[in-house]
């Protein structure tokens, strides 16, 4: 074959083919990122749109915008979409996807097929879920508490619990498939403690899909069939007990927050050694951080239960071991902040979102310790105050990781480059419409206001505005992206393939990558986080 | 330009099963291999969900289990267990053919297997169908309205044969599964795909049917044999 010195365009993952064939039936996990990029993002604005409701239903102390039933429907699908179809497929299923086999330095995730028949069970999931919403709701809250949910409900339960049921084995199948491809696909030289950060809380992310989402599976299963066949495992009338399903939904539940906020923690670890032009400070704890979360999530479920008639000595036990959480969490704070000290810091937008990932997710895991605090808790349950630490970890937290990683990685992605200023402007409104959403209900929450009701005494009218103000705000944060993102696959400069300046095998290759992601297998001689450090007296 | 050149061209003689991503034969067992025993994982925590509740459940109400136990059918559970054994030394013998490369051989092996997981479905469905004769009835033992339990002084029998339908009865799914896979198989090994030396998608559906043989050998004692002993 003769090289040709005619300068085409060079093949790439997003011109390898044309046409709707070539996406929907794709064994590319590149676009199956894209797939998923474009599904959950649907699933983010129609969960985003009933929080829209809820916030301006509570500008007012009155219910005056919807009826009281419309609002328990309205939480119900607000919690069902953001968590079961957003926050937790979206970083590991668009970054992830994306990524795992690249930063391996492997052509693909070891199942393709598999991963693309993910997606199809994500979506039928999705359009269970979605005719739920079309036939008029569920108002049993995202936890399904029995006996509301197998006895006296009268909506939708049964198709949003088969939604859920079905798009748990996408989470299984996406887990599964990064698993097997971080054990036996690494490139040559690429050792677990050379894999970049990101991989080893996909991975432990990974674990826990595999583990607890089962237990969801069988658990929303059983819902349903109670429903249909009376089988009354939690029906007290024939013997069932309500509060084993409490046990049995948050076995998933709980660590399914760790599903969400560990591959937020794994983008930031990339984001702060990029920006800071250093290696993460104490990799192997940040690693090891990681899989300890993964192994303590099996281990807390019981703090949801402190005022379920749990015994006083297992309440005991589920406090001091979810006090044990902060440990490794705390671990990757220090780090990443000692990752900064002396750093090249860049205030370039990814950086941004990692420095307000890094404070919100404090704020929200500090107060998580409030709730793992028997008496504290006692006091706050069910009050604003737990709503406003959750929205600090998943909101804050994974939102504010998923934000920067795509900022970061869309360079790679698209090949082409997004507009800063206005990228920086609108992390900022993200910031502030954040804050001031979720900072008031905390104040909230501890004075009593109850979540789930849509009225409340007039007393908490001025927090409650605040709130609302705050979520218009966030709305239009993030409404912005959504403009100079698809702007620049178009009108964006072109990338190169290394942007940043950052290390890592993903910026070795082309942007966009090759569908076979490098034209000859990586071979690492290298650490992760390989920074050249300054040369010293270079700065007076 | 060997550099443009796509990866798998550069090796020759490739297996015609080798996927493009993968290097090796071996990579791709070794990956398939890791992947069945997650999936595994993954099953054993699906079914654990159940195990737990039985177990609560079992610890509340053991004379209410003991008595609905009694209603089973002992024999017909006796001889499924046997059936679904034997099914799992056909499967052995089955990946043991395949490793030696005697095609005609595994090909008896998987309709055997076949065969015999056939046999367990239709006893059991048997058994489903005498339970649901007795619809409505005295001895209604299908959870739900209808439900009657003779021994009227024993509370709670309802949740034990909810157990027993809905255990079973994810078991047999996971049997119906098992078959699909095996005519799957039965197709690889016809035309060919299988040889001696890519033989791991036999050995992998193994691990599945032997997994399934397993949660059987915990569901049988666990449903048909309580407080049968010392009588």
């Not at chain 1, 419309?70 to 069902?80: A, E, I, R």
């Not at chain 1, 990524?99 to 997606?119: E, H, Q, T, Y």
């Not at chain 1, 969490?329 to 937008?349: H, L, P, Q």
Request: charged letters at 10%; hydrophobic letters at 50%; a neutral charge.
């Amino acid at each position: 074959m003769v090289t040709s010195t005619v300068l085409a365009p060079p093949r790439h993952y997003l011109n390898d083919g044309y046409g709707i064939k070539s996406w929907l039936l794709t064994r590319d996990h590149k676009r199956i990122a894209l797939l998923y990029l474009a599904s959950v993002t649907i699933f983010f604005f129609v969960g985003g749109a009933m929080a829209v409701l809820i916030r301006l239903d509570l500008a007012t102390p009155v219910g005056d915008l919807v009826s009281d039933e419309t609002y328990n429907k309205l939480f119900t699908m607000h919690g069902v979409m953001m968590v079961f179809f957003f926050l937790i497929p979206v970083i590991p299923t668009v970054l992830g996807n994306f990524l795992v086999p690249i930063m391996i330095g492997a052509r693909d995730l070891a199942f393709p097929k598999i991963n693309l028949l993910s997606w199809y069970i994500y979506v039928i999931g999705g359009l269970f879920t979605l005719y739920a919403l079309v036939a008029g709701g569920v108002d049993t809250g995202w936890t399904f508490y029995t006996p509301f949910s197998t006895v006296s409900s009268t909506t939708n339960v049964i198709p949003t619990a088969l939604g859920i049921f079905v798009t748990g084995f996408s989470s299984i199948l996406t887990g599964l498939n990064f698993i097997v491809t971080i054990h036996r696909m690494r490139a040559p030289g690429m050792t677990w403690f050379r894999m970049p950060l990101f991989l080893w809380s996909t991975y432990a992310t990974s674990l826990i899909n595999v583990l607890a989402t089962p237990v969801i599976a069988i658990t929303v299963l059983l819902i349903a069939a109670e429903r249909v066949f009376h089988f009354g495992f939690f029906d007290p009338r024939v013997g069932g007990d309500p509060v084993l399903f409490q046990h049995l939904f948050w076995f998933y539940s709980h660590p399914a927050v760790y599903i969400m906020v560990l591959p937020a923690m794994g983008v930031i670890s990339e984001l702060v050694a990029a920006g800071c032009r250093k290696p993460v400070f104490g990799y192997s704890f940040v690693a090891f951080a990681s899989l300890a979360i993964a192994v303590l999530g099996f281990l807390v479920w019981g703090h949801h239960m402190f005022v379920a008639g749990e015994s006083v000595y297992s309440a005991l036990i589920f406090s001091i071991l979810s006090f044990l959480v902060a440990i490794p969490s705390a671990v990757k704070v220090f780090n990443w902040t000692a990752t900064m000290y002396k750093g090249a810091v860049s205030w370039e937008t990814p950086m941004l979102y990692a420095y307000g990932f890094i404070g919100l997710f404090t704020i929200g895991g500090l107060t998580g310790l409030f709730l793992a605090s028997i008496g504290v808790d006692v006091h706050v349950t069910d009050t604003y105050f737990v709503i406003a630490h959750f929205h600090y970890i998943m909101v804050g937290g994974t939102i504010m990781g998923y934000l920067g990683g795509l900022h970061y990685w869309w360079p790679k992605i698209s090949g082409r480059l997004y507009n800063e200023g206005l990228a920086k402007l609108s992390a900022g409104i993200i910031f502030v419409g954040f804050n001031l959403t979720f900072f008031p209900q905390f104040v909230l929450g501890y004075l009593g206001m109850p979540r789930r009701y849509h009225a409340y005494p007039p007393d908490f009218q001025v927090l409650n505005v605040l709130s609302s103000a705050g979520a218009s705000i966030l709305g239009a944060g993030y409404l912005i992206p959504m403009v100079y993102l698809m702007w620049s696959l178009r009108y964006g400069r072109l990338a190169g393939s290394n942007p940043w300046g950052a290390v890592g095998l993903e910026w070795t290759t082309a942007s966009p990558p090759p569908t076979e992601n490098f034209t000859q297998t990586p071979l690492v001689s290298w650490e992760a986080y390989d920074y050249q450090p300054p040369v010293e007296g270079h700065v007076a | 330009m060997p550099d443009a050149a796509p990866h798998h061209t550069a090796v020759a003689g490739l297996h015609p099963g080798l996927a493009h991503h993968f290097d090796s034969v071996e990579q791709q067992t070794e990956a398939t291999t890791l992947g069945m025993w997650v999936f595994l994982g993954t099953e054993v925590l699906f079914f654990g969900g159940l195990f737990l509740v039985y177990a609560i459940y079992r610890t509340w109400y053991p004379d209410a289990f003991s008595a609905a136990s009694h209603e089973l059918d002992v024999t017909l559970g006796t001889i499924n267990t046997a059936v679904l054994i034997t099914s799992s030394l056909t499967m052995a013998l089955a990946v043991h053919a395949a490793q030696l490369g005697q095609r005609r051989l595994l090909m008896v092996f998987l309709i055997l297997t076949m065969i015999l997981g056939a046999a367990f479905l239709g006893i059991k469905s048997l058994e489903y169908y005498h339970k649901f004769a007795e619809c409505p009835g005295p001895a209604c033992h299908v959870p739900g309205p209808a439900f009657q339990f003779e021994k009227a002084h024993v509370r709670h029998a309802q949740i034990f044969f909810s157990l027993y339908f809905v255990m079973t009865g994810l078991h047999a799914l996971h049997m119906i599964i098992g078959v699909g896979i095996m005519t799957w198989m039965l197709v690889w090994a016809w035309n060919g795909t299988i040889t001696k030396e890519y033989y791991s998608p036999i050995e992998i559906s193994g691990l599945y049917w032997h997994f399934v043989d397993i949660v059987w050998i915990f569901l049988f004692p666990l449903l048909y044999l309580i407080g049968r002993h010392g009588h």
